[in-house]
Structures are given as structure tokens and as C-alpha cells.
């Protein structure tokens, strides 16, 4: 149980182009989703907080236009890096938290992860 | 200070020996901690939670908590090559109300043949 997929695994499209990223939770309900972002050899980055039916939250320094969250439904949530550009490529993972028991106790699964290079 | 601390390693240890990994939280109120491993290149996989002090086992994982010096550690018994990886401790601090955790930077475990 508790599968996150994630879709597409590998983009690469030229500078200027808009990339969505797809984040599903397969087998479970989640009203909460989150956005990371790592760079090679670097920790994960949270980008955003994902929130069904309302406006993400985003982290310090996270440009909410240029990363643009949709969560329209329990069990997907939408990233799209508008007007890429090469400093975006980087490795975008999604994880998602089961609607179900108590929310302290969940853990967040991940996805498979999208390696985004923009030439 | 950093909310979740750990060694970044790396951490080398013969292959069968026990791997002991560390991490330190800051939010003396944390109710629960989840230990992921992320091998080069993918995402995080959960290993092991945990939310009480003491230690949890599940396989050749233990998870052990200890509230009241803040810290929780990961054992890995017979240590295998294919268990070199990041292990990445993650601590859902009081108060989270969107439940973001936050992960600690990770410990680099190599596993030598």
C-alpha cells in the first residue's frame, strides 16, 4: 500500500518551455501533498506544501509563479515549472500523506521523482 | 541550529558488521520519527517509524528514540553492500499542522564487500 506515482520520470525540453509534473496517490486519500526539489549530492529541498481544494503553501524563497501548484483533487497534485530555464534542472519529488489516522503519526511517501533538464 | 541534525558521513562499515546511524532534533515537543533511505539517484523509500521512546525492530532495522535527549538513532545488523545509501531521519515537530516533516541532511552509509 501507499504508492505515490509519479509522472513524467525524465524531462528535457528547451529554455522558456512550461513543464507540468504529475503527483498521484494510487491507493490511498491525500489532502496534503509536498514538493521537493534536490540538486546532485544535496538534501531535499521542500518547495511547497500541496493543500487540496486551496492555495499552496510555499517555502522561503520558493517563487509561487514560477512554480505553480494545483491540488484539484484528493489523490492528485500538479507542479508546473513555468518559463524554465537551465538553473531549474534539477530532480522534483513529490510525497503525499495518507488522509486516513492520526496526521502526526503519518508518514509521507515519495514518488518516483522527475529529473527536469532544461537545455 | 539546525532542526534535525545528522553526520553526513560517510560512513563506512565492513560488510556484517552493525551500522549505527544518529540524529538529533531540536522541538523538544516531536511526537514522531521516520527513518528513509534514498539510494543515488531516486527518491526516498520509509524504512522505519517510530513514535515512542524505546526500540522498535522490523527485520535487521532498529529504530531506538529517546525523547528526553532528543535524539533517535537507526541500527542496521549484517550490513549488506546493497544497504549503502543515504539514510535521511525525518522528525514531524509539535504543532505541524500540515504535518511537514523535517528531514535532517543525511548520513552517507558505504557497505564494504
Known amino acids: 500500500g501507499a504508492v505515490v506515482s509519479q509522472h513524467p520520470s525524465w524531462v528535457i525540453c528547451k529554455s522558456g518551455t512550461s513543464v507540468k509534473i504529475e503527483c498521484r496517490s494510487l491507493?490511498?486519500?491525500?489532502?496534503?501533498m509536498f514538493w521537493y526539489r534536490q540538486f546532485p549530492k544535496q538534501s531535499l529541498m521542500l518547495m511547497a506544501t500541496?493543500?487540496?481544494?486551496?492555495?499552496?503553501?510555499?517555502e522561503q524563497g520558493v517563487e509561487k509563479d514560477k512554480f505553480l501548484i494545483n491540488h484539484a483533487s484528493l489523490t492528485l497534485s500538479t507542479l508546473t515549472v513555468t518559463s524554465a530555464h537551465p538553473e531549474d534542472s534539477s530532480f522534483y519529488i513529490c510525497s503525499a500523506r495518507d488522509l486516513k489516522g492520526q496526521p502526526s503519526n503519518q508518514p509521507q511517501h515519495f514518488g518516483d521523482g522527475t529529473r527536469l533538464s532544461i537545455l | 541550529q539546525k532542526e534535525v541534525e545528522q553526520n553526513s558521513g560517510p560512513l563506512s562499515v565492513p560488510e556484517g558488521a552493525i551500522a549505527s546511524l544518529n540524529c538529533t532534533y531540536s522541538?523538544?515537543?516531536?511526537?514522531?520519527f521516520f527513518w528513509y533511505r534514498q539510494y543515488s539517484g531516486k527518491s526516498p523509500e520509509l524504512i522505519m517509524s517510530?513514535?515512542?521512546?524505546g526500540d522498535k525492530e522490523d527485520g535487521r532495522f532498529t529504530a531506538q528514540l529517546n525523547k528526553a535527549s532528543q535524539y533517535v538513532s537507526l541500527l542496521i545488523r549484517d550490513s549488506q553492500p546493497s544497504d549503502s545509501a543515504t539514510y535521511l531521519c525525518a522528525v514531524n515537530p509539535i504543532g505541524g499542522a500540515t504535518n511537514k516533516l523535517i528531514f535532517g541532511t543525511g548520513t552517507l552509509l558505504a557497505v564494504q564487500p
Open positions: 491507493d490511498f486519500q491525500a489532502t496534503t
Open positions: 517510530i513514535y515512542s521512546n
Open positions: 522541538d523538544r515537543g516531536s511526537q514522531s
Open positions: 500541496s493543500n487540496e481544494g486551496s492555495k499552496a503553501t510555499y
